[in-house]
């Protein structure tokens, strides 16, 4: 297994976990207000519907961090012929119980094992949070990308309105602060599109996903949070990719041509 200590102990949490994302994927579509999990996901869902059309022809998608496999059952859905990588074996068996067809390979997000210019599109969702050092993660993507792909990456913002970023960091010193067992990485949306940029994509834009405070709702009060979260989206996607508030939203989405 290669890659830094943070990215092998990402990859061992994750593994133990597949069964879990598995149960929350499964149950998205019940009610997507009974968790901040849910409503990551379904607001999230907004914005990729809105920013990756069905396939055309035979385009293929690659979905970088497959986990489950949630995601590329929704991409083969549209049309794409679909292929996935992730470092854990125990996510790849989960993504192959949906997606049974599909190319699915064990890899590190930073050594793709694909030829240069192999994909029309890329999907890239809850993968850079984890790592240390986004740089080469962005780089094999421009790589496998054909000239005009799309790639679509989420990023955790550091200026999140919930305080997850402090309390991440916080949490490695004062275990009754821990919300989450790994250490995750941080990014402005200005940050996220200079990296792009230099990565060697064209053009850039960085959208605000959903606004963060359900959080705090969820730690203090959960019992209250659905109708939170239904008051919230009245709003929500007025707000929270509002050019003076989406680095205060709860998750990034760079929207990235090569």
């Given at each position: 297994?290669?890659?830094?200590?943070e990215?092998?102990?990402?990859?061992?949490?994750?593994?133990?976990?597949?069964?879990?994302?598995?149960?929350?994927?499964?149950?998205?579509?019940?009610?997507?207000?009974?968790?901040?999990?849910?409503?990551?996901?379904?607001?999230?869902?907004?914005q990729l519907?809105r920013?990756?059309?069905?396939?055309?022809?035979?385009?293929?998608?690659?979905?970088?961090?497959?986990?489950?496999?949630?995601?590329?059952?929704?991409?083969?859905?549209?049309?794409?012929?679909?292929?996935g990588?992730?470092?854990?074996?125990?996510?790849?068996?989960?993504?192959?119980?949906?997606?049974?067809?599909?190319?699915?390979?064990?890899?590190?997000?930073?050594?793709?094992?694909?030829?240069?210019?192999?994909?029309d599109?890329?999907?890239?969702?809850?993968?850079?949070?984890?790592?240390?050092?986004?740089?080469?993660?962005?780089?094999?993507?421009?790589?496998?990308?054909?000239?005009?792909?799309?790639?679509?990456?989420?990023?955790?913002?550091?200026?999140?309105?919930?305080?997850?970023?402090?309390?991440?960091?916080?949490?490695?010193?004062?275990?009754?602060?821990r919300?989450?067992?790994?250490?995750?990485?941080?990014?402005?949306?200005?940050?996220?599109?200079?990296?792009f940029?230099?990565?060697?994509?064209?053009?850039?834009?960085?959208?605000?996903?959903?606004?963060?405070?359900?959080?705090?709702?969820?730690?203090?009060?959960?019992?209250?949070?659905?109708?939170?979260?239904?008051?919230?989206?009245?709003?929500?996607?007025?707000?929270?990719?509002?050019?003076?508030?989406?680095?205060?939203?709860?998750?990034?989405?760079?929207?990235?041509?090569?």
């Open positions: 297994m290669s890659g830094s200590r990215e092998v102990e990402a990859i061992r949490v994750h593994s133990e976990q597949a069964p879990l994302f598995r149960d929350r994927y499964d149950t998205l579509p019940a009610d997507p207000h009974a968790s901040c999990f849910a409503y990551s996901r379904y607001r999230l869902q907004l519907d920013r990756l059309p069905p396939a055309s022809r035979r385009e293929r998608l690659l979905d970088l961090g497959c986990g489950t496999g949630h995601h590329l059952a929704w991409a083969r859905g549209l049309g794409y012929d679909v292929a990588t992730d470092g854990s074996e125990a996510m790849l068996a989960e993504a192959r119980r949906l997606n049974p067809s599909s190319e699915l390979r064990l890899a590190p997000a930073d050594a793709l094992p694909f030829p240069d210019a192999s994909f599109a890329i999907l890239c969702i809850e993968v850079l949070r984890y790592l240390p050092q986004i740089d080469p993660c962005l780089r094999e993507m421009g790589r496998v990308l054909k000239p005009g792909g799309v790639a679509l990456a989420t990023a955790s913002p550091l200026l999140n309105l919930n305080g997850f970023p402090l309390l991440n960091r916080l949490g490695r010193w004062v275990p009754a602060l919300t989450v067992r790994l250490k995750q990485h941080f990014h402005t949306s200005w940050g996220l599109e200079r990296r940029r230099r990565a060697g994509f064209r053009q850039v834009t960085v959208h605000g996903v959903y606004l963060g405070l359900g959080n705090w709702i969820e730690r203090l009060h959960p019992r209250s949070l659905a109708g939170f979260l239904r008051s919230l989206e009245r709003m929500d996607g007025a707000m929270s990719d509002h050019p003076l508030l989406r680095d205060l939203s709860g998750m990034l989405l760079a929207h990235a041509c090569r």
